[in-house]
């Protein structure tokens, strides 16, 4: 369990809408907020909610306490390591530095 609703919400102190170029931006609390899109998705959400245990070749890993990620397609998506159907999108809210991301190493 642990993982709540909710997302990165914009407009407040910290947040980030990524591109090239740009890197997630520090919270007033020290956390990372990102707010992307990415056409890895699937890769990128598995290795987020799976305890990030997945080696993608030519991304890093940040942690973060809030993300947004969309799909061009729905993925499968899994909670706590069950499955709970596809999605298009997800919007997360956990500890601070507690979500582990993967994001390309260009950013």
């Known amino acids: 369990g642990g993982l709540g609703g909710g997302g ?4 407040r102190p910290g947040d980030a809408r990524l591109g090239p170029g740009r890197r ?3 919270t007033s609390t020290g956390a990372t907020r990102l707010l992307r899109r990415s056409a890895a998705w699937g890769r990128v ?3 987020g909610l799976r305890g990030g245990h997945q080696q993608v070749d030519a991304l890093r890993q940040w942690t973060a306490e809030s993300d947004r990620v969309t799909a ?3 993925v499968a998506a899994h909670l706590d390591r069950e499955g709970v159907g596809n999605v298009l999108s997800a919007r997360l809210r956990v500890s601070a530095g507690a979500l582990p991301v993967v994001v390309p190493a260009a950013w």
């Open 8 to 11: 990165a919400q914009t407009g």
């Open 24 to 26: 997630p931006q520090r």
């Open 45 to 47: 959400f598995r290795a």
């Open 72 to 74: 061009a397609r729905p």
